[in-house]
């Protein structure tokens, strides 16, 4: 046996397996086997050669390393390993073996990762090709593989067919397992977040409870699978205006993070950063703040300055500040943010387009409203090139732009603006959603100040009618989708 081929299988048995690849135990074992694994398998070539043994252990290393390399937040660096992985799987077992299928997904994800949800898509929409002609419609990896279509569906804009994908997942998942199995859980989830992505927070919560009692009867009340489902649940309940009783579960989500974990763990980052999303909910501030600046201190820590978490760790405490009056500390936070986002996703990633939404509001706050333009202009192109132009994060954008426009006084360029953004808020969440609401009143705002009360009018009324029906619609913060 040569030498390349020893050297690759004693890599691989070195390697942590699979179940520790992802968390914080694995990864210090991997950051040393890295640079190995990249040099042994920069000699193969990349239809893998003649030898099938060295082939299958250099597809197995660059997945791996390349999932090791996605968990830190190195999609950049990450994609090739993938790419070459996928590549020679399919030169070893041809286009439509179950292992295509799996390469075809871990390079989908990482697309997904950094932004390119429409290239994820039809490596998605294959491995479900592959899946369901190996195993069968009504198999439980063809489950997996219409969820994780569906996430990305959900990034494009389309939650309608994301919907009905997970919608026969749970289906699958009902019929193989049973109604109370932890896949079931999963399924039920997922679609619940689907659901509250598209406006519909009270269809998602009967849902999340039903998968939240699944995971405490299966894993009893201090497992980080219930805390998971506690987190998911508490984002529904936000959204439904009942900030309190989110708080109660985040608070019990993070006990049981710390306790599972430890104190300095980045899931207990996420519960901490979303329990202060929370409080900043209830005009806690100074409480909000603490736990901000305790959750980044464990990102920076575990991953690094330039991880997607350690950004939107940055941008969380910034509009805490913001909100303290203090747009000023904020500022540099958030160009800090988006030197990270750039970093690890790219310069088109819609983590840069939130940050760059955060920072044009700050600068605009501060009153520097020519910085915040062409901020709000390059937030707005990524938006419609990642997610399609009828996506609701592009109908923020939308708002944004046209708000600093007015300030500048030009009506004639940001009333358009609104007009398109309260088109897509009412096809996205129906004609009497929070997020219409506001839209709205900002356009009447706009008509009354070029002296149309005429048009303003109705629009005002409309606005009224959805303030009393509804309690307000609450900011998105971190949900978990696990599939």
Same mark, same amino acid.
């Given at each position: 046996m040569d030498s390349l081929a020893v050297a690759l299988g004693l890599l691989r048995a070195a390697a942590p397996g699979d179940d520790v690849l992802r968390s914080p135990e694995g990864w210090p074992r991997w950051s040393v086997l890295l640079p190995h694994v990249l040099t042994a398998t920069g000699h193969v070539p990349d239809d893998g050669g003649e030898n099938s043994a060295v082939a299958q252990d250099c597809s197995y290393l660059l997945d791996r390393a390349g999932t090791f390399l996605q968990a830190h937040g190195r999609y950049v660096e990450a994609t090739p390993l993938l790419e070459r992985a996928l590549a020679i799987k399919e030169a070893v077992h041809g286009p439509d073996h179950p292992d295509v299928a799996t390469g075809l997904n871990n390079l989908a994800m990482v697309l997904q990762d950094v932004g390119d949800a429409a290239a994820a898509r039809p490596l998605l929409e294959r491995a479900l090709v592959i899946a369901e002609a190996v195993y069968g419609p009504d198999h439980p990896d063809v489950a997996t593989g219409l969820s994780n279509l569906a996430t990305v569906l959900r990034d494009l804009g389309d939650a309608a067919a994301a919907r009905s994908l997970l919608e026969r997942a749970l289906v699958i998942a009902e019929a193989v397992h049973g109604r109370d199995h932890p896949d079931v859980a999963i399924r039920l989830s997922n679609l619940a977040m689907v659901l509250r992505a598209s406006g519909d927070a009270a269809a998602a919560r009967p849902l999340v $409870?039903?998968?939240?009692? !699944?995971?405490?009867?299966?894993?009893?009340? %201090?497992?980080? &699978?219930v805390a998971t489902r506690l987190n998911n649940l508490a984002t529904v309940l936000r959204d439904l205006g009942d900030a309190a009783a989110a708080r109660s579960l985040l608070e019990r989500a993070l006990v049981i993070a710390e306790a599972v974990y430890g104190p300095d763990h980045p899931v207990v980052a996420i519960r901490l950063s979303n329990l202060a999303t929370v409080l900043r909910?209830?005009?806690?501030?100074?409480?909000?703040?603490?736990?901000?600046?305790?959750?980044? /201190? !464990?990102a920076e820590a575990v991953y690094g300055p330039d991880h997607p978490d350690v950004a939107t760790g940055l941008n969380n405490l910034a509009m805490v500040l913001q909100d303290v009056g203090d747009a000023a500390a904020a500022r540099p936070l958030l160009e800090r943010a988006l030197v990270s986002a750039e970093a690890a996703c790219g310069p088109d990633h819609p983590v840069v387009a939130t940050v760059l939404n955060n920072l044009a509001t700050v600068l605009r706050y501060l009153g520097d409203t020519a910085a915040a333009r062409p901020l709000l202009e390059r937030a707005l192109v990524i938006a419609e090139a990642v997610q399609g132009r009828d996506h609701p994060d592009v109908a923020t954008g939308l708002n944004n732009l046209a708000t600093v426009l007015q300030d500048v006084g030009d009506t004639a360029a940001a009333r358009p603006l609104l007009?398109?953004?309260?088109? !897509?808020? $009412?096809?996205?969440?129906?004609? %009497?959603?929070? /997020? &219409?609401?506001?839209?709205? @009143? @900002?356009?009447? &705002?706009?008509?009354?100040? /070029?002296?149309?009360?005429?048009?303003?009018?109705?629009?005002?009324?409309?606005?009224? &009618? !959805? %303030?009393?029906?509804?309690?307000?619609?609450?900011?998105?913060?971190?949900?978990?989708? /696990?599939?």
């Open positions: $409870e039903r998968a939240l009692a !699944i995971a405490e009867a299966m894993h009893g009340p %201090d497992h980080p &699978v909910d209830l005009g806690d501030a100074a409480a909000a703040r603490s736990l901000l600046e305790r959750a980044l /201190v !464990i007009e398109r953004a309260a088109a !897509i808020a $009412e096809v996205v969440h129906g004609p %009497d959603h929070p /997020v &219409v609401a506001t839209v709205l @009143n @900002n356009l009447a &705002v706009l008509l009354r100040e /070029v002296g149309d009360t005429a048009a303003a009018r109705p629009l005002l009324e409309r606005v009224v &009618v !959805i %303030d009393e029906a509804a309690s307000g619609l609450a900011q998105s913060y971190s949900e978990e989708t /696990v599939t």
